[in-house]
């Protein structure tokens, strides 16, 4: 046990599902009389009105560490924070902690809109579990780091959503507990504010050797701030370790891509009596062995087809790139070939730092005398690009839709 | 080490009927302070008149009851000038009323909090009963004023040493308050049907309470069951310290004490048993 913050033993939670309404009651009646409880349901039975939100979940958390919970939505992510925060109870299992826990599932809880911000930061302190003298000793940080001095005598109503977010978020950042738990709140907030909201959990987790458990959606955010990652998938933790080994896992396993596709194996190729496809290929040039794309993966396209056209001309493919969203980003065509019949192989690289993250999808245009399209070879590949900086102070969107690594070079002039 | 093996604290599926953690309370009183403070402040934000309201509202329902029950439907008032006559009861009733409306919505109003952060969840109620009981510590004020003006007045009252166990008596009323709200918030909180009932039941209440008539005019046979009313002592009680040399109804103020505290004992218990149960059904 020892350096041991927090042990969770065989944590599982029960949801009914559906409207609570008339039939409330009778079935609690029902449920009373034959004395079923939940805890005689089995994880595995399967049913229609209820659903295992969490499975026999095992995990230890150290003194210090930083953890982070990893998976999709709805993978039981933020009810295994609340089971810890005390929000809601497990169905099966126990924890058992030491120290005290401040939960930010949310900043800004409970501020009423009527009161002053100064009010509010003493409301909200006591609700995450502060004492007034705990308060009082801090609350010039507490205002310093929010940087909404003048209005704090204004009822936040009329404060801005940034200004709100920002109090909020100072209040919560001056909570002084063992262990922290956070759920996505780095969303928020301009980039700055987000530069000194994570370097005060940096500090918070390095210098002063505080426990933190959180839940994010920001790569970027798990890679340089964890210690250690989990994956949660429907309720049980499948991967735990490293965070940039489970990492490359949960992209690789988590993501509808389509890196490739040989059609000789199914018997069908697509095509015409013309062009016959017979094989697409994503091949990524992974950079530090860890199998996923980032913007600096420099990614290598391979098609193999059929040429079946015996009259003379030529021959032009082209690669067409999309964002997710539709929109198109490039039309890459080949030079013009005149071609033999026969199986012919096309290759093409896109350089790393190049696209922007984001999710991608390719099309293959062939096009006959530059006019005569013969085949168009719809969404063959998609694939996901994963952010990668490696300054970590900033995890915001990166804007655009390419992301060039072009030298900008600054030069200071001497005025004359 | 200490037994738990050094462990501070543990969650589990079955928390267990008796785990009222008084030391947590304590460390939460600033909370307890800042949602009173919180409920005073934002309560009259926005009014011209403010905490004026305090005094208008009971000044306002003595008014209508001095009309419609002593000048329209002559209810004798024990010989005490209506409008005094009216303004206990209506103090304790308003008092009683507002707290268990209050508490009872506990859950529901506050599900956006509860569902974001622990804390003890016994403070909200607490919270709600001691921010009605500043106010009627104000209307207290406004009793003792119109008390005065009628005494200098030269009217029929009595005044004794009684009086001094108004405290008490608000007290025990506190106590039946919280003590039914909180058992009525577990299950409101589940079944809302409960909420259209209550207002029912409430009406219905304030009539077999001592408000608007008094005890005496209640026929012999019904005596028992009109004094087993927790609430009946002790509006007939505040009337008599002000009004009468009669002795206290002590018998009926014991069995009215004692009811009140086993009622806010069992809802402090349900309610710290399903307190965290209730998020799931919200």
């Given at each position: 046990m020892g350096n041991t913050m927090i042990r969770a033993e065989n944590i599982s939670k029960y949801y009914r599902l559906g409207v609570l309404g008339s039939g409330t009651l009778k079935e609690d009646v029902k449920n009373w009389w034959y004395r079923k409880s939940p805890e005689s349901l089995s994880t595995t039975s399967l049913s229609r009105d209820h659903i295992w939100a969490l499975k026999n979940i095992h995990f230890e958390v150290g003194k210090g560490e930083v953890v982070?919970?990893?998976?999709k939505n709805g993978a039981g992510k933020s009810t295994l924070l609340k089971i810890i925060s005390r929000i809601t109870l497990p169905t099966t299992g126990r924890i058992l902690g030491k120290g005290r826990i401040a939960s930010l599932l949310e900043v800004g809880t409970g501020f009423h809109l009527e009161l002053t911000g100064k009010e509010n930061i003493y409301l909200n302190g006591h609700i995450m579990g502060m004492k007034k003298k705990e308060i009082d000793r801090k609350f010039d940080e507490i205002v310093d780091f929010s940087g909404v001095e003048r209005f704090l005598d204004t009822p936040v109503k009329r404060y801005s959503s940034g200004m709100y977010v920002r109090l909020a978020f100072a209040v919560a950042a001056h909570l002084d507990p063992e262990i922290l738990i956070i759920d996505e709140v780095l969303a928020v907030g301009d980039s700055e504010f987000q530069k000194k909201c994570l370097g005060k959990m940096k500090s918070v987790s390095g210098e002063?050797?505080?426990t933190i458990?959180?839940?994010s959606h920001n790569m970027q955010a798990l890679r340089s701030l964890c210690d250690r990652a989990l994956i949660l998938e429907k309720g049980e933790i499948i991967a735990s370790g490293a965070p940039i080994n489970v990492i490359t896992q949960y992209l690789k396993s988590g993501k509808e891509q389509f890196l490739g596709n040989d059609y000789s194996l199914d018997g069908f190729l697509p095509g015409n009596e013309f062009i016959r496809v017979q094989k697409v290929e994503l091949l990524p040039e992974y950079l530090d062995h860890h199998?996923?794309?980032?913007?600096?993966t420099p990614l290598r396209i391979r098609f193999e087809f059929w040429y079946d056209v015996a009259e003379p001309g030529d021959l032009i493919t082209g690669i067409h790139l999309f964002s997710f969203a539709g929109e198109f980003i490039f039309d890459l065509p080949s030079k013009r070939y005149t071609l033999e019949k026969g199986l012919v192989r096309g290759e093409c690289v896109i350089p790393g730092n190049f696209l922007n993250d984001g999710s991608y999808y390719i099309s293959i245009v062939f096009v006959?005398?530059?006019?005569?399209?013969?085949?168009?070879?719809?969404?063959?590949l998609s694939f996901d690009v994963e952010d990668f900086r490696d300054n970590g102070s900033w995890f915001g969107k990166w804007a655009g839709v390419v992301r060039p690594d072009f030298p900008v070079v600054l030069t200071p002039q001497l005025n004359k | 080490m200490d037994k738990n093996g050094g462990w501070q604290w543990e969650i589990t599926a079955n928390p267990g009927w008796f785990r009222i953690n008084l030391k947590e309370l304590i460390h939460y009183k600033d909370l307890l302070l800042r949602f009173v403070r919180r409920d005073i402040i934002a309560s009259y934000q926005q009014t011209i008149l403010g905490p004026v309201w305090v005094f208008l509202q009971p000044l306002f329902t003595t008014f209508v009851y001095f009309i419609v029950f002593s000048r329209v439907a002559k209810i004798p008032t024990d010989n005490i000038p209506p409008v005094l006559f009216y303004l206990p009861g209506t103090i304790i009733w308003t008092y009683y009323s507002d707290c268990l409306t209050a508490t009872m919505y506990t859950f529901v109003q506050n599900a956006y909090i509860f569902n974001k952060v622990y804390f003890p969840r016994l403070i909200v109620p607490l919270s709600y009963v001691l921010f009605h009981s500043f106010r009627i510590s104000i209307q207290l004020i406004l009793f003792i004023a119109v008390y005065l003006f009628f005494a200098i007045g030269g009217k029929n009252i009595h005044p004794n040493a009684d009086?001094?166990?108004?405290?008490?008596?608000?007290l025990i009323t506190a106590a039946f308050a919280l003590g039914c709200g909180l058992i009525i918030s577990v299950y409101t909180a589940k079944y809302r049907d409960l909420e259209n009932i209550l207002q029912f039941v409430l009406r219905l209440l304030m009539f077999a309470a001592p408000v608007v008539y008094p005890a005496s005019l209640i026929p012999a046979k019904y005596k028992l069951i009109f004094w087993l009313n927790p609430l009946t002592p002790?509006?007939?009680?505040?009337?008599?310290?002000?009004f009468s040399h009669r002795p206290l109804p002590l018998f009926y103020l014991g069995i009215s004490m004692a009811t009140s505290f086993l009622i806010l004992l069992l809802g402090i218990v349900l309610f710290n048993r399903k307190e965290i149960q209730i998020m799931d059904v919200i």
């Open positions: 982070g919970f990893i998976g002063e050797g505080k458990l959180f839940v199998e996923f794309i980032d913007i600096r006959r005398n530059t006019t005569i399209r013969l085949f168009y070879l719809e969404s063959c | 009086m001094l166990l108004i405290p008490v008596f608000i002790l509006i007939e009680s505040f009337r008599s310290a002000f």
